[in-house]
């Protein structure tokens, strides 16, 4: 066994032919999000409260069954989300299958061989015979040594891909339902819309055969008939607009929840609801890295592209695995198991990386290029992520401001109504300003309904920029 070791201990020092790169990875995973200032001007301002993190049923806030049960289903039967689903089956298999490369490996074989030997060869003895070689092996092992942690990298390695897949998992979760509730909110105010435009046009159409008759009874011109005409025509073109709007929004929302076309039909449209508040926590740009997970998947991947630097840096210095074996071997079958053809064997066997014609330089710099790639693509990461949230942000707090101001000039057309129509009964002027006073105000309230639509899109797209609730796993098995 001493010379043994005294034969493995210089060819170990044999590996520093193998000249390792100077260079490798850095340290710039430091982020500052300088966010802090755009936050502070939020806080406590345009419905942005303090409070905590989002939760991971965040839109059940809204308040909506038939939004819960539309996700719920989608959930359970989008196909892309499955498809995720069965990433992080396969990450966890080939984590497994890395994780037994730092196990022993036990094996039994056998094999029986016929062979006849030519009369002119070279083994004397057998000339012109033939032979029946059997072996027995009950037991057989084989074991890598990772002195140089090379396995253990790749295992480490192969847990960040399946963290990296749950994360990616989650995005895909997020983003699903993100773009149903958005397009659910789209179509809630379609149907609402459709009420208004429909009233629209009724008035256009009342209007019109009131400049008709007063054509006819000659006190207006036919240019004034024409031009109602057009508005009506108009009026039906929104009608026809909006319906189209709301099948295509049933036909979306029925393709994010797995479903034909057909199912979509009956998807039930509720009432916008009032969503004037959103939280936002105080320590925003520290914990945005635990909860968005876009952001939690760049840093498994930076991590994952570590570890196979770890791993592509091991390969230059010596390869040790430990072969055993016991068993019989004979080439009589009949004496096979006698005592005298008992064999056995154990030893290391070494390999020494001394020159491969820089194969294992250039997967190093190749290794090391994907880490500096991953280690920009997560500081990026976080950039946009940030700069989602301040945008989101200014567009909620812009159509906040719109709504205020489209309430007042609501308040504002409802007078001018008022005023309109008390004019029509005391004589002072005829039914056609009292109509086109209605259809002005109808205009205003489904402008208003638009900005209502926005204003929960918004409050949507908010929570998603947020992380949707998202809490990273500990354990990736």
């Known amino acids: 066994m001493k010379r043994s070791i005294a034969l493995i201990l210089p060819l170990l020092l044999l590996g520093a032919c193998a000249h390792l790169p100077q260079h490798l990875p850095g340290g710039k995973t430091a982020h500052d999000t300088q966010i802090r200032g755009i936050l502070a001007q939020f806080d406590g301002h345009a ?19 038939a939004l819960n049960n539309l996700i719920s289903e989608a959930l359970r039967n989008n196909p892309s989300l499955q498809v995720a689903s069965a990433r992080i089956l396969e990450a966890k298999a080939v984590a497994a299958d890395q994780h037994a490369a730092l196990l022993p490996h036990f094996s039994a074989g056998t094999s029986v061989t016929q062979e006849y030997f030519s009369r002119q060869g070279l083994h004397a003895p057998l000339n012109g015979k033939t032979i029946t070689y059997g072996a027995l092996n009950p037991l057989e092992m084989r074991y890598h040594l990772d002195l140089w942690g090379r396995d253990s990298d790749r295992f480490r390695a192969a847990l960040g891909d399946v963290r990296v897949n749950q994360a990616d998992y989650t995005e895909a979760k997020l983003l699903l339902s993100t773009q149903l509730a958005w397009h659910y909110f789209l179509l809630a105010g379609d149907v609402q819309r459709l009420r208004q435009v429909d009233r629209a046009e009724t008035l256009h159409t009342s209007l019109l055969h009131l400049e008709q008759q007063r054509w006819h009874d000659g006190l ?32 979306i929302l029925a393709a994010l929840a797995g479903h034909g076309p057909d199912w979509g039909r009956d998807i039930p449209a509720e009432p916008l609801p009032t969503l004037s508040t959103i939280t936002m926590p105080r320590n925003l740009p520290l914990r945005l890295i635990a909860h968005r997970p876009d952001i939690v998947a760049a840093r498994w991947e930076m991590e994952v592209a570590a570890q196979q630097v770890g791993a592509a840096r091991a390969a230059f210095y010596p390869d040790v695995n430990i072969a055993l074996f016991v068993g019989w071997n004979s080439i009589h079958l009949g004496d096979l198991f006698s005592p005298g053809n008992l064999a056995h064997a154990l030893g290391p066997v070494i390999s020494l990386p001394i020159f491969e014609g ?25 950039l946009d992520a940030v700069r989602e949230i301040a945008g989101r942000l200014a567009t909620w707090q812009q159509i906040r401001q719109k709504l205020r101001a489209q309430r007042q000039m609501i308040v504002a057309a409802k007078h001018t109504t008022v005023l309109a129509e008390s004019a029509f009964h005391s004589g002072i002027t005829d039914k056609a300003e009292a109509y086109s006073a209605q259809i002005q105000e109808t205009e205003i309230k489904n402008q208003l309904l638009t900005l209502k639509t926005k204003n929960v899109q918004s409050w949507v797209l908010l929570h998603s920029a947020l992380g949707g609730g998202y809490t990273p796993r500990k354990n990736p098995a």
């Open 47 to 65: 419905g942005v409260i303090p409070g905590a993190w989002p939760t991971s049923n965040w839109w059940e806030s809204a308040q909506l069954p």
């Open 220 to 251: 207006s011109d036919a240019r004034t008939v024409y031009l109602q005409e057009e508005a009506r025509a108009e009026a039906r073109q929104s009608v026809a607009d909006i319906q189209a709007a709301i099948a295509q929004q049933r036909y």
């Open 358 to 382: 820089g194969t294992l330089r250039a997967q190093l710099k190749e290794k090391n290029a994907l880490y500096i790639a991953t280690e920009d693509h997560y500081r990026a990461t976080i």
